[in-house]
């Protein structure tokens, strides 16, 4: 069974950078059966898809976040990771990591989420 | 603004039947390309309800189904419980794998 672990820092400051690790358990990162994706959600608000990556290190993200988005996979460290630029305050988020099925690109398994501020 | 139009929110009386409309375009869910459901309760993530369109992945109750037809889908939920009372997002994807969610949908069960 697939489990997934948000980890990184709780708050960033303003113009600075947001780094955000997943941690895959029960499943390699390199199976081509998934994607990789992140996902955020603003307090009160709805989903919104920021990017997914394969194992092969092709990435997808959302247009409007692309110029300050990277992604890259560790495939020693069974993790994938999510990097956010210039960061502001509309980027206080729960962000949220899953696995994206790779026929149906459903997101089946999620991870708990992790709470960045962006504060100074 | 999403991509994917959803009512903000629904009601219904327990056992009753509600239905959640989710909208796109032809470049979306016209385009044939298949709608999921997902369950969120507060202070927790989501968790897939309905899979390409009209499967539901193992537990899921049969109360929940799903429909797509031309630039729309519909969650359907039958028999409505008191714990049906949540959030409920579509998404589908486009051409770019560009994954796209609906605004959300808020059921209250009265």
């Known amino acids: 069974q697939v489990q997934l672990q948000e980890s990184g820092p709780g708050l960033v400051r303003p113009s600075e950078t947001l780094s955000l690790t997943c941690t895959v358990s029960?499943?390699?990162?390199?199976?081509?059966?998934?994607?990789w994706g992140w996902i955020r959600q603003p307090p009160g608000k709805g989903l919104e898809w920021i990017g997914t990556?394969?194992?092969?290190?092709?990435?997808y993200f959302n247009p409007s976040l692309k110029s300050r988005i990277s992604m890259s996979v560790d495939t020693s460290k069974n993790h994938f990771s999510l990097r956010l630029d210039s960061v502001t305050a509309a980027d206080t988020a729960v962000y949220y990591c899953?696995?994206?099925?790779?026929?149906?690109?459903?997101?089946?398994?999620w991870g708990q989420g992790t709470t960045v501020a962006v504060s100074s | 603004q999403s991509v994917l139009t959803q009512p903000p929110s629904v009601s219904g009386a327990p056992g009753q039947r509600v239905t959640i409309s989710c909208t796109g375009s032809?470049?979306?869910?016209?385009?044939?390309?298949?709608v999921h459901w997902y369950q969120q309760f507060p202070g927790t993530a989501p968790k897939l309800l309905i899979y390409?369109?009209?499967n539901r992945p193992s537990g899921v109750p049969d109360r929940f189904s799903g429909s797509k037809s031309g630039t729309s889908a519909s969650l359907a939920i039958t028999g409505l419980q008191a714990e049906d009372e949540a959030d409920y997002y579509c998404?589908?994807?486009?051409?770019?794998?560009?994954?796209?969610f609906g605004g959300g949908t808020k059921l209250t069960v009265l």
């Open positions: 899953a696995s994206l099925t790779f026929y149906y690109y459903n997101m089946d398994v």
């Open positions: 029960g499943a390699s990162i390199t199976t081509t059966t998934y994607y």
């Open positions: 990556i394969y194992y092969s290190g092709s990435t």
């Open positions: 032809s470049s979306n869910i016209g385009a044939r390309y298949d």
């Open positions: 390409r369109n009209s």
């Open positions: 998404q589908s994807y486009d051409s770019s794998l560009s994954a796209l």
